[in-house]
């Protein structure tokens, strides 16, 4: 932390000395105003394992404590992707929601569509490889003394995805300007799980607070999803024509895979060898139509030329 706060000083030293940027004073209070609400919303979205935690370990006793932890580790993955694509499409997405051009206000929809579409079919066999191949990955990354942490890790899987398939969603509050009132509800999810957590821990112990957790994280989604139907960017019909086809292919390369659990292969064949059946599925189902061929010639071909 000290390292990254004097690189920090040190760039931004470097910044104003080099650049030399004239100051707009009246832009400081927006500034703040913005930050604040951006801030609470990183902390309502980072609090609900904190919460779990806490509370087990006033009720329970920190050997569940541990293994309940290190199964919450590993759903930081959680976040890696979908903070790289909001970084990297929120200055397009301003533009097109501050846009009066009727062409760019139309793309609104095309947006979010291709966003909603390519973060279910890449978060599918994401989490369907973390729920099969939990066993190996914990033992890969913290050995075998926290197979106890398994059954968790497995149970967030649901979690990595609902926090996944928030991106979009997220994404176009904070372009619409509409950020405040994502804070608000999930300050208002950081309290039921609060009390989902109170109510099931001194009960189901560690697994009382993963349900809890990945119950509050679904209450985010849906609460985010119904919403955010008032500003015309999306509806349920077309929320589930977007998702149910790449689901449906994950749900059955999952049931053709799952028999191969026991085979002695290596893992990372595994892997590999689910995600070629669920793209195939996909392919034979038309999970992808003209539109996408279009872009996949927009990205790769264009580039290479």
């Not at 105003?33 to 904190?50: E, G, V």
């Not at 799952?258 to 599925?281: C, K, P, R, W």
Request: aromatic letters at 16%.
């Amino acid at each position: 932390m000290l390292l990254n706060l004097i690189t920090f000083i040190i760039s931004l030293i470097n910044s104003v000395l080099l650049l030399r940027p004239k100051l707009k004073l009246e832009l400081v209070k927006d500034f703040f105003k913005d930050s604040i609400i951006f801030s609470f919303s990183d902390f309502f979205l980072s609090i609900y394992a904190k919460i779990s935690i806490v509370l087990l370990s006033f009720l329970s006793d920190l050997h569940t404590v541990g293994i309940f932890s290190a199964a919450i580790k590993f759903t930081n993955v959680a976040t890696l992707f979908p903070n790289q694509v909001r970084i990297a499409l929120l200055p397009t997405l301003y533009r097109i929601m501050e846009s009066q051009n009727i062409k760019e206000s139309g793309d609104r929809k095309r947006v979010f569509r291709i966003v909603l579409k390519y973060m279910v079919v890449l978060a599918i066999p994401f989490v369907i490889s973390v729920f099969l191949f939990s066993a190996p990955i914990m033992h890969l990354i913290f050995g075998e003394k926290y197979n106890l942490s398994i059954p968790f890790v497995k149970l967030f899987s649901l979690f990595i995805f609902f926090r996944i398939i928030q991106t979009p969603f997220s994404l176009f509050y904070i372009a619409m300007h509409k950020h405040k009132q994502m804070v608000y509800f999930q300050a208002v999810v950081s309290s039921s799980n609060l009390i989902l957590n109170l109510c099931l821990i001194p009960k189901y112990s560690a697994y009382g607070a993963t349900v809890a957790t990945v119950i509050s994280e679904g209450l985010l989604l849906f609460g985010l999803v119904f919403l955010g139907k008032r500003y015309l960017v999306w509806d349920l019909k077309d929320v589930f024509l977007l998702i149910y086809k790449p689901i449906l292919s994950g749900c059955v390369s999952f049931a053709l895979f799952y028999g191969l659990l026991q085979a002695n292969m290596n893992l990372f064949l595994q892997i590999a060898l689910l995600l070629l059946s669920y793209l195939l599925l996909l392919f034979l189902i038309k999970g992808f139509n003209k539109e996408d061929k279009d872009l996949f010639v927009k990205v790769f071909l264009k580039k290479n030329m």
